[in-house]
Nanobody, 125 residues
């Protein structure tokens, strides 16, 4: 079992930056792929970014490509999402998730096995 805890959310003006963290506990962090998803009010949860267990292979949603960067520190058992040039449409609850599969980078929520509770990001224009 893996427990995930997000932090780093908050309120920021458009054009600003935030860095989200996802701390993991429980079983070893390294074998899990990590992903970030978000859910805005009245909308379905959507994929944001994911990183393979090796920390090298990544994938991003088109809406955040070039603005967000996903990374991980396998020593600190933590994944990160650096968010720059934030827009009002980035406002959502952000969730991190862990995927037990080693051979893929999951872009669908159904591919993930463990989820955090979420952290609110609010961008004002």
């Amino acid at each position: 079992q893996v427990q995930l805890a997000e932090s780093g959310g908050g309120a920021v003006q458009a054009g600003g930056s935030l860095r989200l963290s996802c701390a993991t506990s429980g079983r070893a962090f390294r074998p899990y792929g990590m992903g970030w998803f978000r859910q805005a009010p009245g909308k379905e949860r959507e994929f944001v970014a994911a990183i393979k267990w090796n920390g090298i292979d990544t994938v991003y949603a088109d809406s955040v490509k070039g603005r967000f960067t996903i990374s991980r520190d396998n020593v600190r058992n933590t994944a990160y999402l650096q968010m720059n040039s934030l827009k009002s449409e980035d406002t959502a609850v952000y969730y991190c998730a862990a995927d037990r599969a080693l051979s893929r980078i999951g872009v669908a929520a159904s591919q993930y096995d463990y989820w955090g509770q979420g952290t609110q990001v609010t961008v004002s224009s």
